[in-house]
């Protein structure tokens, strides 16, 4: 595959994931019933619901931002974990967020080479190819 290809590829499945991560953050933001009575039924008040999805907002801004990327990735990463912990501990599916976890990882090595260079020990050599 082509530098060129393998950069579309990379910010075409950032802009994807950047759209449904925007769209879970504006609905915790603007308090959506459907998601605050989902947050509810799992013990979560709607101020700390509030709280999430600043913090979900700010690490996808990071992530978005090429020179924050890597430190994006790993603070939605954490968050990611954290959606399916809570997910499993009440019994919910958790499909979803492991979709996205995979998605961001995928994302995160064909965007950042140094990533793809620490976490798959491939040859810098090779990376510049």
Known sequence: MSQKAIKITGWALTIILG????????????QNDTAVAQASS???DAAVYR???ILEITS?????????????TLLLAAYLGGAIVTHLQHH???IMAVIFQAVLWITAVIRFPELKQRL???NSKTIKQ
């Open 42 to 44: 799992f013990g979560i």
């Open 60 to 72: 996808l801004i990071l992530f978005l931002i090429p020179r924050t990327g890597v430190l994006g």
């Open 92 to 94: 919910e599916p958790v």
């Open 120 to 122: 798959l020990l491939v």
């Open 51 to 53: 709280f999430i999805g």
């Open 19 to 30: 759209l449904f991560l925007a769209m879970s953050a504006l609905m915790k933001i603007m």
